[in-house]
């Protein structure tokens, strides 16, 4: 058994995604869950044990982070994961529609590159276990115009839209992004419905979105 602790400034943080990945950052050894306590274990066999292995952790909002370490599995030692607040920047996102508006807004958002997580560990984002492999790392609903997100250091991939299940209507709209505007750059128009935008992070970031109604038959 193979045992850590998962901390967000030094205090135990829970329901954090714990992965145990070989160091040639091919396999997923193990998957894991943090308790109350910050806890986690990894129930391996010993004749299954490698000399070393990756511990990857993973907190998926409202704060988005992604930490890592090497470890030596073979001394027995507790392993201890950090999350530093001071290591995050802000992503605050304003929405507007062009036209009407919907009974709730969806985000979605999925890191693609983050600072201090080496490439080979970036298909690992999104798997929760063996069986297991998420549509999307982080998704938010939103009652409201605005949301605010703690990230590290990196590229985030990011959607904001809504989609009706509704049957009972001829049509259902839906809406979707149609510009967004991050602070210091240009205006982008997205031409795609349900399109996404990629934001890089290395500051605390704004971001103006407008949506607007797509009619499509139900």
Request: proline share 5%; hydrophobic share 40%; aromatic share 8%.
């Amino acid at each position: 058994m193979i045992n850590g602790t998962l901390n967000f400034d030094g205090r135990p943080l829970a329901e954090g995604r714990v992965l145990l990945i070989s160091t040639d950052m091919n396999q997923l050894l193990g998957s894991a869950t943090s308790d109350t306590f910050g806890v986690f274990q990894f129930n391996l066999p010993e004749n299954q044990l490698p000399s070393s292995a990756i511990v990857m952790a993973k907190v998926q909002g409202p704060v988005l982070a992604i930490v890592q370490r090497t470890i030596t599995l073979r001394e027995r030692e507790a392993i201890r994961v950090d999350i530093k607040n001071d290591e995050l920047h802000s992503i605050r996102g304003h929405i507007k529609s062009a036209e009407g508006w919907p009974p709730y807004l969806l985000l979605r958002i999925d890191p693609l590159h983050v600072h201090g997580i080496p490439e080979g560990l970036e298909k690992f984002f999104n798997i929760v276990d063996e069986n297991v492999i998420e549509s999307w790392f982080y998704q938010q609903r939103l009652d409201s115009d605005s949301f605010e997100l703690s990230v590290l250091e990196g590229s985030y991939s990011l959607a904001v839209g809504y989609h009706s299940k509704s049957s009972t209507r001829e049509t259902a709209e839906n809406y979707a992004m149609t510009s967004i505007w991050p602070g210091g750059e240009d205006p982008k128009q997205l031409t795609t419905s349900y399109a996404s935008f990629v934001l890089n992070v290395d500051h605390d970031r704004t971001v103006d979105i407008t949506i607007a109604p797509l009619v499509t038959e139900a």
